[in-house]
């Protein structure tokens, strides 16, 4: 036998005990996050097809019969199409799309301002950092009520108008349609400006001064930099901190529902108070499942989205 052959022979051996190490390993991690997965089926896909299940009837608590009877009340898509032509639906879904368009990029802007003026040392860094988290950290329930208060006819932000203009200002903030949603937009900017500042700095921070500082020797100033450098290098940061706030404010509930109640009339009713009005109020739950599913669908493509740009841009980036 040539010394070939034996060469051969030895790293197939090599080979097929490479396999089955890897298979080994393979069938020990299968059966060491066999627990997990098992949870993950109970807590995600199990819920999820029950929801399904139950959007493709008219089943609501009131009927006295089990969920898993709900096929008693089968009724196929029409909840899917009632959907379609439900207005109220639609006006929520397109309040929520408004304080979505409206705050997120204002939150953006205030964050990326604020996150390139703490990227250098000044005398009071740290102070000024705590205060300006502070908002992030009240619970939003408490925020709903606390600007609730500012707003009301003869509370403080009628005492700053009146002593700004010079004359006595009255203004019914969260009893005009088109007010009331820019009181919540404001508590919105408010309380989660601090959170779109924490991701931005964190991406600021991690852009190489190396490359901006050679900028700077060729003689490009700060804008240019910025536009040129920073943005680019923080563009996967940019789409995280825009997709997390896109689907947090998608789903705008606590703040909103304590400052108005999806008032006055409907005015400020966004997608989430109105499910929440059909499942306490209203208690056809058939008709929820549809919505939420729908709901479900819309936020999963918007993260769908964002994966596919975070890829692209770190594609880019290397």
């Known amino acids: 036998m040539s010394v070939a052959t034996v060469s051969q022979t030895a790293m197939a051996g090599q080979d097929t005990t490479a396999r089955a190490g890897r298979d080994e390993s393979a069938r020990l991690g299968f059966r060491l996050t066999l627990p997990a997965q098992i949870l993950v089926l109970f807590i995600a896909v199990f819920p999820l097809l029950m929801q399904l299940y139950i959007s493709l009837t008219d089943w609501s608590p009131l009927s006295g019969r089990n969920w898993w009877m709900a096929w008693e009340s089968w009724n196929s898509f029409y909840n899917y199409y009632d959907l379609m032509q439900d ?25 990326l301002g604020l996150a390139t003026l703490f990227a250098d040392d000044f005398r009071g860094k740290r102070v000024f950092y705590s205060i300006l988290l502070m908002p992030m950290m009240v619970v939003p329930a408490v925020a709903g009520y606390m600007f609730f208060m500012l707003f ?8 700053v108008l009146s002593t700004l203009l010079g004359t006595r200002v009255a203004i019914a903030w969260l009893s005009d349609p088109t007010l009331a949603l ?18 931005l700095l964190a991406g600021l921070v991690g852009v190489p001064q190396d490359q901006v500082r050679a900028a700077t020797l060729l003689g490009a100033g700060p804008w240019q930099r910025f536009v040129t450098i920073v943005i680019p290098k923080m563009k996967t940061i940019i ?80």
Not at 87 to 111: D, Q, S
């Open 152 to 159: 009301q006819s003869g509370g403080p932000v009628n005492d």
């Open 182 to 199: 820019v009181a919540v937009m404001i508590a919105d900017i408010w309380q989660w400006t601090p959170l779109m500042f924490l991701i």
């Open 239 to 318: 789409i995280i901190a825009l997709a997390i706030r896109v689907i947090e404010n998608f789903k705008i509930f606590d703040t909103l529902y304590i400052m108005t109640g999806g008032g006055p009339g409907v005015a400020t009713e966004t997608i989430s108070v109105y499910i929440y009005k059909l499942t306490t109020q209203d208690l056809i739950w058939g008709y929820v499942a549809a919505i939420a599913l729908a709901i479900l669908l819309v936020l999963s493509v918007v993260t769908i989205w964002a994966m596919k740009r975070m890829a692209a841009a770190r594609e880019v980036q290397a």
């Open 87 to 111: 207005n109220r639906f639609w006006g929520a879904l397109w309040r929520t799309f408004v304080v979505m368009i409206v705050c997120v990029p204002v939150e953006f802007l205030l964050g």
